[in-house]
């Protein structure tokens, strides 16, 4: 079988751990006897420096036309000092909405044998914790009105929260189908004690919740779930959340795992063509010099393959041989403890390479 991927590498570290990305990609398709074709679009700074825009019509018709978009990372202090509309951070949005990708899932786990590297207590992960968050992208604070005006102090500026019965409703549906092919538990965050927009959130949550009685579905308050996740991120399953809620939990849970540089992340619409890219950002200060983290852009890799390609077994074959690598000692320097090995980039790319097998 073959499949086009479009790869959009960016700036900083994104080029380095999306070719790590891509080799993964490749040992996969020795393996399994598929065949990856690739079309490299510019994105961010890079776009910038080569078109003057962070995301060109051409590279927009490119992603269009593939069955995934691989992202790297965007922006740097090169581009700091332009204006919001030609920041390179706008590639994503852009993208984002040039494809329709309402969905952001951001996946929660802790390897075993990273377990010293997390941030918080052993007797607090208990078992460790395996957690979605599913987070509304379109919608929400981001999207709403915003602007500035004279107020009763002078001059203010205001940001509108604003959700539709639609938006809430079709992202309750993703998590909870998502639930069903996981533990069968969904947790919906929001702030209905004192917002609007959140006791819309939650009625439709509970409306949705009726077409899967196989699901439980609980509720809980932003500023609580904020405090579980640190005492008790093994209670959670899918956590459905806002657009703002989703993007400040989703980075507080990225810490418990011990490092930004392990987690991958999937930006999907109604159909099959997603974003896929690591949390971790540019990192600008590690760019050339083979040290990131390749391991969120090879599980990025891993989401591609389940949610676009719907390749399911090679999925699980690059994650046991994250695992096999992780437990074996080969580690980056973000996440290394003593007795592991250090290895750069390229390097842990190739040695999760060789352990992808059939």
């Not at 995301?55 to 992202?71: N, Q, Y």
């Not at 009105?145 to 639609?166: H, L, N, W």
Request: some cysteine; aromatic content about 6%.
């Amino acid at each position: 079988m073959t499949y086009k991927i479009i790869t959009a590498p960016g700036d900083g570290v994104g080029p380095e751990v999306t070719a790590a990305a891509v080799r993964v990609l490749d040992r996969v398709g020795e393996v399994f006897g598929h065949q990856f074709q690739y079309e490299e679009i510019l994105v961010g700074g890079a776009s910038i420096d080569g078109t003057g825009v962070p995301l060109t019509e051409s590279a927009i018709t490119a992603a269009r036309s593939g069955d995934a978009v691989l992202f790297g990372a965007v922006g740097g202090s090169a581009w700091d000092q332009l204006t919001p509309p030609l920041r390179p951070e706008k590639a994503i949005l852009g993208l984002r909405q040039a494809l329709g990708a309402y969905i952001n899932l951001r996946p929660g786990i802790l390897f075993p044998a990273l377990r010293e590297a997390s941030p918080i207590k052993d007797e607090l992960l208990g078992r460790g914790f395996d957690l979605m968050v599913v987070r509304e992208l379109t919608g929400g604070i981001y999207f709403g009105e915003k602007g500035t005006r004279d107020g009763k102090y002078g001059p203010e500026a205001y940001d509108v929260e604003v959700y539709s019965e639609f938006e809430v409703r079709r992202i309750a549906q993703k998590a909870f189908q998502l639930a069903q092919t996981r533990r069968k538990k969904v947790v919906s965050v929001d702030k209905a004690n004192v917002l609007e927009s959140s006791r819309l959130w939650r009625r439709i949550v509970e409306e949705v919740a009726a077409d899967f009685p196989d699901v439980e579905l609980s509720h809980m308050y932003v500023d609580n779930a904020a405090m579980q996740v640190i005492r008790d991120p093994g209670q959670f399953d899918v956590l459905l959340t806002s657009n703002l809620f989703g993007d400040i939990l989703s980075d507080e849970i990225s810490m418990l795992t011990g490092s930004i540089g392990l987690l991958p992340s999937a930006s999907l619409s109604s159909g099959t063509t997603g974003i896929y890219e690591p949390i971790h950002g540019s990192a600008p200060d590690l760019a050339g010099l083979d040290k990131a983290n390749p391991i969120g852009a090879i599980l990025s890799a891993v989401m591609l393959l389940e949610h676009s390609l719907g390749l399911t077994r090679e999925a699980q074959a690059i994650r046991q041989a994250v695992d096999a690598t992780l437990e074996a000692g080969h580690q980056t320097g973000d996440i290394h403890r003593s007795g592991a090995t250090i290895h750069g980039t390229s390097d842990l790319a190739s040695i999760i390479c060789r352990r992808i097998t059939n």
